[in-house]
């Protein structure tokens, strides 16, 4: 096997266990302390709400598009508002929370004609608007005139209904995704691993959860994807610290030591792969987080926590978990028994 890193000598993770135990219980309090408190900052795609994508005669200026529709003050939910480039400097798209005794067309037309005005467009494009609205055949209306004027392109609405159900559908994928990794820990190996396993991983998608209601990040269905992303690439690497764990025990080079000694062992073998893996990975996440534009920008961010957490649980907390757990040589090798036994 390929080792880039070696080390000549095993580290002694397991004699920080009960430290990085406490860190990790106290970092997880916080996460729920928080996630409790001040609760996650849900998209319009979970809450429901307005959408409009907006293209500006110029380069439009995202600040003050954002400063103008925040300042409107709508509903008294201005922090709700999500302002972002699309796909060109021209192009800009406009998320608003839903507005009580307010309908989606009649927000949107508000929204819109306020950045209008404040556009400061040449006087033909508001003749062509004013013309527009006296019209009753829609075949009739008058395209404003190209690349000077605001162009409304596109109005979405999603219902709140909607936005439950995708909440309800995002915690099933959740929770599924949970007992299938509990399922297939316990078969592979034993319950000490499957719980210790699952505790770690739970730990990284709280702690991740943690981070976006502190800074009150969008949570949106990327995000969510990235937190089912990093449960699967949290348990590969548990996987694999487990898999040596397991060798160790039943070589007959390490029958001298102790538990935490062949533990330590595992953990450092597997470094050398650790840390190419994560490194590579992380070079990739690195480029959609600060190139990716807005669309990957939560999802990579999501990415980014579970992979540094990750490193963290699958060495420092499901580890010495196994240990506090009670594992054994003897619930890992069975042992023998003598054959006038077995006739017996």
Wanted: proline share 3%.
């Amino acid at each position: 096997m390929l080792e880039l890193f070696h080390f000549k000598k095993d580290i002694p993770f397991m004699s920080y266990g009960k430290l990085t135990t406490t860190i990790s219980l106290v970092t997880f309090l916080l996460a729920v302390f928080f996630l409790v408190t001040r609760g996650l900052n849900l998209s319009i795609e979970f809450t429901g709400g307005t959408v409009l994508e907006l293209r500006y005669p110029t380069v439009a200026n995202v600040e003050s598009v954002r400063h103008t529709v925040e300042a409107m003050n709508l509903g008294g939910q201005h922090k709700e508002v999500q302002v972002q480039a699309l796909g060109n400097t021209r192009e800009v798209m406009v998320r608003l929370p839903t507005v009580r005794g307010m309908s989606s067309a009649d927000l949107s037309n508000k929204v819109y004609a306020e950045l209008v005005a404040k556009a400061g467009e040449p006087a033909e494009c508001l003749a062509v608007r004013q013309a527009n609205q006296a019209v009753t055949d829609p075949s009739l209306v008058k395209p404003l005139p190209e690349n000077r004027c605001v162009e409304l392109r596109k109005v979405d609405f999603v219902g709140p209904s909607v936005g439950d159900e995708l909440v309800e559908h995002g915690l099933t994928a959740l929770l599924l995704t949970v007992l299938f990794i509990i399922v297939y820990l316990a078969f592979r190996f034993e319950w000490r691993f499957a719980l210790s396993a699952i505790i770690a991983n739970l730990h990284d998608v709280v702690i991740i959860l943690g981070f976006f209601a502190f800074f009150r990040w969008e949570f949106n269905l990327a995000v969510l994807a990235g937190v089912l992303a990093v449960l699967g690439y949290s348990v590969n690497e548990s996987v694999v610290v487990f898999d040596r764990i397991r060798e160790n025990f039943r070589k007959g080079a390490m029958r001298g030591r102790s538990v935490p000694e062949i533990i330590d062992n595992a953990i450092t073998t597997t470094m050398s792969r650790t840390i190419i893996t994560h490194t590579s990975t992380e070079m990739m996440v690195l480029a959609m987080l600060l190139f990716g534009g807005p669309a990957l920008h939560n999802f990579a961010l999501a990415l980014t926590i579970g992979i540094v957490f990750g490193i963290y649980s699958s060495v420092l907390v499901a580890s010495p978990l196994l240990l506090l757990f009670g594992l054994t040589r003897e619930s890992m090798v069975k042992p023998i028994k003598n054959k006038e036994e077995a006739v017996v």
